[in-house]
């Protein structure tokens, strides 16, 4: 398999943590932009702290060449902490599965005012994502590597104008109404904890896909700087924009007070986030209990049976979905946060010990 280089792996490294939330700018303003100035220091801290453990992941990965999700964070087997780290896991990818049909729904109603196009586009969008995730849809990662960096330029360019044309941004005081997200440092913790948590599994493939050691940590820090750049970018519109964050979908509304027709073009770049995150989290699934005969035998119909309860789930909304689960699983994900600190230093003690 073709290795990955400095900027392959910066721009793939963003791709695992640009899902709808973050690009809609929903995300963005409930865990940092909700806090005013504060939460611009968080959201720095925030990329600095993924940076670092992204890298010493892959550091790990790329040292033992172990990849697979239950082994990853533990050198010898751990059968009964594996399968609970395991289920966690995958219960928390089809939770963002549900969050990406219920943006999907949005985006469609937010666009046409239409009420039942919500329901409807979600139902559609999770049968065109389960049909590609049957047909072993590949190569994630360099589509990642190709759409980010345009991805990046174009909400950057749309925020900034949205900026200049409001007269200018002052992040005054403000505070979070959600009771999960009491404080910044809480809501910058579990950012980090349940992004990292989200993505853990492609995160350690790309260890072993890059070209160096090097290339590792540079690639981890050029991806982090060009995040919070974006995440700079979108909070500040936002916040020029205060109307904005009343909506669904933030950055759409934003697009659209800059020109009419750029929140089309911004929402099917938003789509095609809300279609990558989706088949990263989903595919996986069907994949995971395909060793089990029974599910093996009808994987179609399971992956179907997922995916319809997915859609009936999405219903609760795009907003509250991200509001209430993701700050839940990003308390619970800081234990894998703590397994990575373990398991890099006894990566150095065992590097240590064979030099001697």
Known sequence: MRKLGFYELAFTFIGCFLGAGFVSGQELWQFFGSFGAAGIFGAAAAMLVMCLFAALLMRITRATGVTELDRMLFFSEHRVLGTILVIAEISFMFDIYVVMLAGAGSLVEQLTGLGWTKPAFSFVFAAVVTAASLAGIGGI????????????????????????????????????????????????????????????????????????????????????????????????????????????????????????????????????????????????????????????????????????????????????LIGTLFPVYGYLAVLVLALVIVQSVRLRKIDRNTEK
Not at 265 to 271: E, S
Not at 287 to 300: E, H, L, N, Q, S
Request: glycine share 8%; hydrophobic share 60%; proline share 5%.
């Open 141 to 320: 990662a360099r589509v990642f590597a190709r759409v980010m960096p345009f991805l990046l330029a174009l909400a950057i360019a749309i925020s900034t104008a949205a900026v200049i044309k409001s007269g200018g941004v002052s992040f005054g005081a403000a505070a979070s109404d959600n009771p999960l997200l009491a404080n910044m440092p809480a809501a910058a913790l579990s950012f980090v904890s349940y992004n990292f948590f989200c993505a853990i599994g492609f995160i350690g493939s790309l260890g072993s896909l890059a070209k160096s050691g090097r290339g590792i940590f540079g690639g981890a820090a050029l991806g982090a700087l060009l995040m919070f750049l974006m995440a700079l970018a979108l909070v500040s519109s936002m916040t020029a924009l205060p109307d904005s964050v009343a909506a669904e979908l933030p950055m759409i509304e934003v697009s659209a007070a800059v020109h009419p027709a750029l929140k089309y073009i911004y929402a099917l770049l938003l789509l095609f986030a809300m279609f990558s995150a989706s088949m990263s989290v989903f595919l996986p699934i069907p994949d995971y209990f395909a060793r089990f005969a029974p599910v093996r035998r009808r994987k179609t119909a399971f992956a179907c049976l997922l995916s319809l309860a997915a859609w009936a789930a999405s219903g609760l909304g795009f907003s509250r």
